[in-house]
């Protein structure tokens, strides 16, 4: 973690001189060299973009545990329109829609919770088939857990590639096919873990994906995130040695199918 920030933190400055000559150069003097010349500009300046994002997104990924904030009651609906504000206009470019049933309050870390549905919610809109991308988003309280879902009628995702998409720089897809540098859903895993929870994705090939999360419910009041991670390990703990049936508060929801706006 503490590499991941320095490094990414020391690279920005001369990342950014770097982008700034090249994009001085584009600016300057594209279409005054041979065609060669400007594409050879256009492809520096496409890897300093990309490079600038890749450091961006790998310092929100070391950032998580390190510049969290404290837990809070959070209402999941503000979260989810603060989620949909960001990305209206890739809504409106996909043409997407966004629906939801009613959603709980949570004890979590409020930018992070606005962030773990908006990254769930651009991962839709970019995997999405030819018909308009809809996400449905439903949630359930199971004991000291919020269960949530976000489904989706995307491309969907072969089962064998379900352990390695959470992993971070896994990509399943070229860069000229989704543009993207392979964090997002590593970073959703790594938000999820801080609050003692698990995620997990159930898809089908060509017919959509659901990722399912567990968030603690409000009513649960521990002191520290480290007490959250505590609990969701004794959760994971007893399940595994198999010493009675799963408990209500580690149930998966059922999928769910999605409803008419």
């Known amino acids: ?15 950014r001189m770097v982008a700034s000559y090249v994009q001085l150069l584009q600016k300057r003097y594209q279409g005054q060299l041979d065609d060669d010349a400007d594409d050879f500009i256009g492809f520096a300046v496409d890897g300093a973009q990309r490079m600038k994002q890749l450091i961006v997104d790998l310092l929100s990924y070391s950032r998580v545990e390190t510049r969290g904030a404290d837990f809070a009651t959070v209402s999941m609906e503000r979260a989810l329109q603060a989620a949909t504000e960001n990305l209206e206009l890739a809504l409106q470019e996909s043409g997407g829609r966004v629906e939801a ?3 709980p309050r949570v004890n ?3 930018p992070q919770v606005t962030q773990l549905l908006q990254n769930l919610i651009a991962n839709a809109l970019k995997f999405r088939s030819d018909a308009p991308p809809r996400v449905n988003i439903q949630a359930e309280v199971k004991g000291r857990w919020v269960h949530i879902s976000v489904a989706d009628n995307g491309i969907g995702i072969d089962p064998s590639y379900f352990d390695k998409i959470f992993i971070i720089f896994q990509r399943l897809h070229g860069k000229a096919d989704y543009p993207g540098t392979g964090i997002g859903l590593a970073l959703c895993k790594r938000i999820v873990e801080r609050h003692g929870g698990r995620i997990w994705v159930e898809s089908t090939p060509g ?20 007490e959250l991670r505590r609990a969701g390990r004794r959760d994971c703990r007893r399940r595994i040695r198999g010493s009675g049936p799963p408990s209500e508060d580690s149930t998966p929801l059922p999928p769910l199918g999605f409803q008419p706006a």
């Open 101 to 103: 049933g009613p959603l």
């Open 207 to 226: 017919a959509g994906t659901t990722f399912y999360f567990t968030l603690p419910a409000d009513a649960l009041r521990l002191r520290s995130p480290r």
């Open 1 to 15: 973690e503490q590499f991941a920030y320095v490094a990414s933190h020391d690279l920005q400055e001369p990342l």
């Open 108 to 110: 979590a870390d409020p």
